[in-house]
């Protein structure tokens, strides 16, 4: 049986354009805001990846480290996502639930408890910032044998040699980090470079569905349109945090960004 | 089951091919960015230590820059004064930079030249490591950014100024609680993105596998004179010898006890000393004492303080460079090995050993090794004559003097 996430990668590609993936974080601004958040970006993205905060996060820029600690301020523990999972599977539009973090909260929770309650919230995929490949190895067994997808990431410091063996591990959906930096960097290589690089990987294995992140923002998005897939994060973090400021509604306004982000890419 | 240390391997190599030490500490917890630039490093500084060129040129800046050895020197009136066994201090606060944190400069500096890299970056808490690093890159014409937490920027202000005095580039770290632990974070993803240019310095045995074994490897430089010192002194190894040293990230620790590894327990004890924080807070940066979880903190698997969530917990100690929520891998393996004894001592003890040991010997330890000679003035008046300790004297209390004077009135060196 095809996974859900691969589902909406064919369905895309029918469409002839690249998925749309959301990355925001449990809890940010609050527990009932985020779901709300969930709900409305759904009408436009394709996936939607959910962080679980981690106090210490090394891989992320300060966008998304600001709405991580904003959430842990709010009381955040790892069993909310899952209530904020099932809610949101609940709602009949429901798009595929990627759940993104650091080792040590799924460590800590245990990782065969926390598969089990992925499977039960309806979680489709899962991305560990700091598990790398071969470390991994054993984690996304677990992941298969529960028809979770573990999606692996690559980097453009990733070599050929190590590029094959993990797509060989992988899954349905493999995670190219477009240039070296935190997430939310300016996107400092050309799309030109990134898309060289992503081909490069696709030669190798044409069937993974192979999406690009970091420093993808309204500006750079459409430059990447080719790609099976276009993660944005930090900009919807960073929407949060300034409407926050200003004293707006960050739902409505995290939807027209959303919105936006997904005509450009038509 | 517990692990077992093998004999005549520096405990350093005694991971397994997951970079794991008893096959549950350390490893390398990375984002895969790093993964290369990792891979690499491990490549060169394995050739690197097979290299006897190499090995020539730190042993050249270890003798003629460190002016190696330093002092082993017995602390006569401490020792009478206390009763019980005799104390004595390796003074390794007389190197340049104050600390024993310039091996660890010099032979990440001396891999980065080999690597060909011109920038280095580094993280520090006391200041201690960002200060020698900014001197030895200064000495290897290598441009260092140094990133600290604003808090420890606010209290260690005298290394802050002498990093700056050697050109170096202080990074303000804002996020968290804003001390080393956030200084460390901040640097590892300033490596992220520069990594192909840059190269990262972690200030202690902790990170990634590969920078604590540099690390190790670097610090062991101390108990290499020690051993030699103590057997020029006593004409053996004593019945019984008690090394005590202060544990931050564990850097300075390892490197007092690494060439006494294969002794036994009972002749060669080592005591680590943890920071027990304020004597009526609940936060501590004690580890390995209070018997906290296994935890992934910085690319590591170790004992680490934490919630029941697996969130980091807050520290909070008098001594900037023992802030820190986690412990060396390396000290975790010893505990569970039970090589070494841990336990902790509060500000107050640290500040109450400092001004013992100041005014009464030529010496003036810092606040982090003053938690040692806490343990010191605590056993000795209970051990037998015969009985040898001594302490790591691994920094100097200059840089501590503001806070000594607000918490003690006045600062004599």
């Known amino acids: 049986m095809k996974s859900e996430i691969q589902l909406a990668f064919e369905k895309c590609r029918k469409e002839n354009r690249p998925a749309l993936i959301s990355y925001t974080v449990s809890s940010d601004p609050n527990k009932e805001k985020s779901l709300k958040i969930l709900k409305s970006i759904s009408h436009h993205v394709d996936l939607a990846e959910i962080g679980f905060p981690f106090s210490t996060p090394i891989g992320d820029g300060s966008d998304i480290q600001t709405s991580s600690y904003r959430s842990i301020k709010n009381g955040f523990k790892i069993r909310d996502i899952f209530q904020l999972v099932k809610k949101y599977k609940k709602t009949n539009y429901s798009k595929p639930i990627i759940l993104m973090g650091y080792y040590n909260m799924i460590f800590n929770y245990g990782e065969n408890k926390f598969l089990k309650d992925c499977k039960k919230s309806g979680v489709s995929g899962i991305i560990c910032v700091d598990l790398p490949w071969p470390e991994n190895k054993n984690f996304a067994k677990k992941c298969k044998n529960k028809s979770i997808n573990f999606i692996q990431l690559l980097a453009p410091t990733t070599t050929k040699d190590r590029i094959k063996k993990i797509l060989k591990d992988s899954h349905d959906m493999v995670y190219y980090i477009s240039m070296l930096s935190t997430t939310g960097g300016k996107l400092k290589v050309s799309p030109r470079k990134i898309l060289e690089n992503y081909k490069k990987i696709k030669r190798i294995n044409s069937k993974k569905n192979l999406v690009i992140g970091f420093g993808i923002t309204d500006k750079t998005i459409k430059s990447l349109r080719s790609a099976d897939g276009l993660v944005v994060g930090s900009l919807l973090c960073k929407t949060i945090t300034n409407s926050l400021k200003m004293g707006q509604n960050p739902v409505t306004k995290l939807d027209k960004v959303v919105y936006n982000l997904k005509n450009k890419i038509l | ?413």
């Open chain 2, 1 to 413: 089951m517990s692990l077992k240390i093998k004999k005549g391997i520096p405990l350093i190599d005694q991971h397994d091919k997951n970079g794991m030490w008893g096959g549950k500490f350390g490893g390398n917890f990375v984002p895969e960015t790093l993964k290369k630039p990792i891979e690499d490093l491990e490549k060169l500084f394995s050739k690197l230590r097979k290299d006897k060129s190499f090995i020539k040129e730190r042993d050249y800046y270890f003798e003629n820059y460190v002016g190696a050895p330093t002092p082993l020197i017995p602390l006569n009136q401490l020792t009478d004064h206390l009763g019980g066994a005799q104390i004595w201090a390796k003074v390794v606060s007389e190197n340049p930079g104050t600390a024993h944190k310039i091996y660890n400069a010099i032979v990440h500096c001396l891999i980065a030249k080999r690597a060909g890299k011109k920038f280095v970056c580094g993280d520090t808490g006391a200041g201690m490591a960002g200060k020698t690093l900014a001197m030895v890159a200064k000495k290897f014409g290598l441009k260092a950014k140094i990133f600290m937490g604003v808090k420890d920027i606010k209290r260690q202000k005298p290394n802050v100024d002498a990093m700056k005095k050697f050109g170096a580039e202080v990074v303000p770290v804002t996020s968290g609680s804003q001390t080393l632990i956030d200084a460390v974070s901040e640097c590892m993803r300033y490596w992220v993105a520069n990594c192909l240019k840059s190269h990262l310095v972690v200030g202690s045995t902790v990170g990634p596998n590969i920078f604590i074994k540099i690390c190790g490897y670097s610090t062991s430089q101390i108990s290499r004179e020690l051993i030699v010192q103590i057997k020029d002194e006593f004409g053996k190894i004593p019945k019984r010898l008690k090394l005590l040293n202060v544990c931050g990230g564990g850097s300075s620790s390892y490197g007092f006890w690494s060439s006494f590894m294969d002794y036994d327990k009972r002749q060669v004890e080592f005591v680590g000393i943890e920071a027990g924080g304020p004597k009526k807070s609940k936060l501590h940066a004690a580890p390995l004492t209070n018997n906290s979880k296994i935890g992934i903190l910085h690319g590591a698997a170790q004992y680490v303080i934490q919630d029941k969530d697996g969130q980091i917990g807050l520290t909070d100690s008098i001594s900037a460079g023992l802030d820190y929520s986690g412990i060396s891998p390396l000290h975790c393996f010893l505990k569970d090995a039970k090589r070494a004894r841990y336990t902790s001592a509060t500000d107050e003890e640290a500040l109450n050993a400092y001004k013992l040991v100041s005014s009464m010997e030529n010496i003036s330890p810092s606040l982090e090794p003053a938690h040692a000679f806490a343990e010191a003035i605590k056993i000795a008046p209970k051990l037998s004559k015969d009985t040898v300790i001594v302490v790591n004297s691994c920094g100097d209390s200059l840089k501590d003097r503001d806070i000594i004077k607000k918490r003690l009135g006045s600062y004599v060196r």
